[in-house]
């Protein structure tokens, strides 16, 4: 499916990361899930994702590194942060394409990853 | 006519030759009185010379007769010329008038004419023959009646002239015209005698006339008379024409005061003539001025002012006496010169005329200047030059010699010689070949008159040498004249010019050896011829008989010779030296009075320079003197007829305006000072002079003070002319004198004390106030030295630096520690000045000397003060230092125990009340013994000393340990203590003790201080618990703040993910991925969402509350445009208005700027905090939401709605968290309660401040103020 856009969640929380990869599978999008913050490199190496949800509290690495890391590596893609933190979140504004504080609904995930597809 | 040469015409020919000088050199002169007369006798002279001279020269009788009867064209004249010279030269001349001059001239003119027609009628000379007497062969004659006519009128006119300048002999003191009128009678007087000696038939030879021989003396007493006594150069009549015409009055008296000469300027003066006035005494000449007379008796020198006359005929005068002094420098009279200075020759206030113009006669040329050679380039000038020798002035003289004498026998010399060469080569020419004679004459002749031009041109020559050449030649002939004759008249003749020539020529001893040259040649020849051994040569040609026949005639005559010619150079000599010294004098005398007269001219127009210049000086001081002169009419009313200009200066009119107002002067006087006016002016015209001080007002207003002084002229009969005066502005002066008045008050009436002392430091003057400070009276305290007031409690090094000081002349500024007279100390602040006076000499030392007891006292106890005040602040200090108590009493107690001026031993403590009430605990000490460190460490209240201390609130002391110090152990030392309860308010904190040594007595002054220390110590101590509470409560508190923040926000975080769970999973749900729904499960899923948001909204308040409490809170601040800010919330908000059926409106006010800065979305939530808490408490109306713009600086956001209304109870405080108005919580509007405790966190965090305005009923306006500012860097 060479049309089928690819999105990368890292989350560690099992319940949110299958929410997140739900709603973008169900907008039509390929996804694959690091849950530690210790595959994503590998994740990235198989294709360049359209699209990257990123909370930044993850066991083996920090969300801002991976964002910088993402960010050298295809500046085209599009990554969302996602926190709790208000604080943190602002701090990554500038860097980020989106910032989304939890709760996240469905709908502003959606809405991130529209105009995305083909 | 027929000549032969004969010997006996050459005296007559050479006398000839001079007459002839002196008549051309006379008649050149002819200007002078006299001098026309002198001519005409010099011509007669000559006349009669030649005359005789060529008779005797004529060979027959007719030859002889004719020369003889031209004689009397000489002989009839001469003494006619001479009496009209005499008239002339003494004066007179008015009587030798033109009628008088052709009166006296009949009988002369007959008697010419008769001796030329004398051979028809004899009237002159009944026979005539030729008489021959050896080898001279003469006229005879016998003589006819008109002779005797003319011998007696001759004789009779030359007595008239002999007798008028015999009187100016006898008159003219002046050696001068003495002597020219000595020269002359010998002129005139001498060929007479010599003719009367012939007629009379006394001539050595018979019909020999003695006259030539005579006139050889004639010519010579001429020269003298022209040459030595300048006869034709200054008369006696040219003399009067000087004195006379004198401005200046001239009178001379001799030695017994006689007057002798006066001139006409002093006959005016005097009131006398001269005729009346010669010879008398001078007293009975200057009778009329007896002050005068008694002044000048007996006064040889003097030069002078006086005063003759009075009033307006008042007269002054310059006199000069000075001495006349005779030739042998012998006072012979005096001169008294008087010189008219005029009326009033003194400057004064009178009005100024026009200078005295005092006549200055010409200055007459100097007599005594030689008379200059005319340069005529003419023939004639040439011709006359030739013979007008002038002077020789390079000649050298001979030292003793009289230069002028030797200089004018030289000119005498060379003239001779010139007249002799040149009249003996037109002799050589004419005459000589025409006479037969033995020799021929040719040669000789040609070499003497080369010798003669020698001797006249080449004047370089050395005189003597050319007078020797002269006396050789003369002498040459003489003896060539006894070879050839033996003794002859002519022989004797040439001897004698030899002599004489020599005589008058050289010098007294040239004469001599001339005279025994002559005598020793004579006498040679008379030897050998008297006794025949030689016989001279034409006689022996001739075989005559020699002269002298025999040896014994020879001798007779020899002697007869030496004798005649000693007498004639002695009388030569002796004539030539008193004519020298004569002529010397009255050069000098002529000298003198030319002198008298450049004195009298020099001081005349000094004189007139003077009173020029005085004049000059004198408007110039009168116009230009700091004061205005005035006159006044001499009445009551002052009227002004004079102000001089400097008035403009003083009073500003100009002087036309007091010409125009002649009353201006009484109307600028001070009111004050009308009555002191009118007294002057009375005064003045009662006592003739007064003075007064009074003010006149200027014309700018200002009042001038004048000093007037006043004078009253009166004219001579003493009858008031007017009244003249001195303005002058004493403004200054008098403003000086009142500055000095004042300061002389100031000095008086000072508050301090005034010392002037001399150099020597003795007291002048004390004024008052030092009397006062000092207890020393004023005549106590003069003539002492200041150091009757020295305590000596200052170094003797303190007195002499002043000392130094002021004598180097320089201020001297310090303080003394005085005594007053009843042995008080005080202090004085002093300033010593010396006083130079205007010549810088240093004349006094004044003091100013304050009294400064109270200062210094003051300045000890603010000493005190200060030093108390220190302490105490470094015990506060301490207490600012980040020290615990013990450490901050043990520093204290350092302090306490180290100032200086408490007596305390460096040992003490401090006790503090602490956990038991009623007891003190010690906490620091100091050298404490050991044994009361645990008996004192606790000691109940009333126990002891400190417990007294400390019981009474009251410092205890002692001087003694004593039964009072209960705590007594083994080996006490005696001590003293002060006991100083430590006070907060009236609470007891603690005890600071203190050691002291025994016999301390208590001071209060110590008391006081350890008081204060006592408060100080309580405050820090105070201050130091509480600082030490409060720091434990405040860490407490932070320590639970920010855990509450930490934890809540922890508990947001770990809240919200599941949350995400939550919600997350509901919508997935909702969209039916998982399989369809039925209306109950969606329904179910929409109320799990909306819970969820809820509680996420609840997290997010909690959380920001959370944050703004711990001030963690933070604001990102942007640009933003307030419009579109509106217009987000104005979409989001409509809808949930609209679900409640409320109007929501949105507006913004034009003066809202399009951009502003902040955090927009923290805005966003207080917009839409405050708008969903209006919307929920709304039930129907509107919500709306407007920007507007308060203030320039301030922009607003109103939320306004028409809802319940908030009660007044309740509007302070809805603001605090978790706050509701009461009852509101509902179904409807429940809400976390934080909403508006964020909104007011977040808009004080923005600078900015909430207000509310609510009614019940009414609604309610929240009103957000915010300040407007500007990005960073914008």
Known sequence: ?118 | MVFEYTPYILPLIAAALITIVIMGYAWLHRSTNGATALAFIAASITLWLLGYALEVAGSNLETKYFWGAAQYIGIASAPYFWMIFGYQYSGRERKSSRTFVLATAVIPIITILLAFTTRWHGLIWNEYYIARQGDFISLGVGHGPWFWVHFAYSYLSLLIGSILLGRLLLRRRQELYRGQAISLLITVLTPWIGNALYLTGNSPIPNLDLTPFAFTITAVALAWAVFGFRLVDISPLAREQVIDSMQDGMVVLNRRGHLVDINPAAERMLGVTALMALGKEAGEIFAPWPHLLERFRGVTEINEEIVVGRGNAQLHYLLRISTLLDPQQQPAGRVLMIHPLGVNPSPGLAPVETPQRVAVSPLPRKASEPIPAPLSPSFWGRLTSFFRVPLKLDLPIPEGANPSWYRTRERIFTVITRLAAVIGSVSILTVIPAMSTVVDPLLPFGIILFLLFVLGLARNIQYEIRIGVFLFLIYGFGFIEALNYGYSVECFIFFMSFVVTSAVMTSRRGAITTLLVAFVTLGTFATLIGSQSFIPLVTKAYNDIPAPATVQAGITSLVVFAAGMSAVVAAITILLENVQTAWQKESQAVNLLQQERDLLDQRVTERTHELQSAEIKYRTLVEQLPVAVYRDEADESGTNSYMSPQIETLLGYPQSEWERDPALWEKLLHPDDRATILETIGETLRQGTAVAEYRLLAQDGRTVWVRDEATLVRDENGKPLYVQGVLEDITARRQADEQLRKLSQVVEQSGSSIVITNVNGIIEYVNPHFTKASGYTFEEAVGQRPNIIKSGRQSLEFYQEMWQTISAGQTWRGVFHNQRKDGTLFWESATITPVHSPDGVLTHYVAIEDDITHEKEMEEALQQAYQNQSVLNSLLNIALENLTLDAMLERALDIILTIPWLPTRPQGGIFLVERQPGILALKAQRNLDGALLTMCALVPFGHCLCGRAAANARIEFADCVDERHENQYEGIQPHGHYNVPILFRDEVLGVLVLYLDVGRVREPREVTFLEAIGNTLADMIRDKQAEEALAQARDQALEASRFKSQLLSRVSHELRTPLGGILGYAELLQTEIFGPLTTAQNDALGNVIESTHYLTGLVNDLLDEAQAEAGALALYPEVFEPTALLNKIETALTVLANKKGLTFNAHIAPEVPEKLYGDVHRLQQIIVNLVGNAVKFTIQGEVCVTLIRPTPAQWAIEVRDTGAGIPSTEQQTIFEPFRQVSNSISRENRGSGLGLAIVKHLIELMGGRIALESEIGQGSVFTVYLPITNAPGV
């Open chain 1, 1 to 118: 499916m060479p049309n089928t856009p690819y999105a990368i969640v890292i989350e560690d929380d099992p319940h949110l990361s299958v929410i997140y990869q739900t709603a973008l599978q169900q907008a039509g999008f390929d996804t694959a899930l690091d849950v530690n913050g210790d595959l994503y490199p590998s994740l990235l190496d198989s294709a360049e994702p359209a699209l990257v949800l990123l909370d930044l509290h993850l066991p083996f690495a920090l969300g801002s590194d991976i964002l910088e890391i993402i960010r050298a590596r295809y500046p085209k893609t599009v990554v969302a942060v996602i926190t709790a933190d208000f604080i943190i979140a602002k701090t990554l504004a500038e860097k980020a394409d989106h910032v989304l504080i939890k709760p996240v609904s469905i709908a502003s995930i959606l809405k991130v990853a529209a105009p995305l597809k083909g």
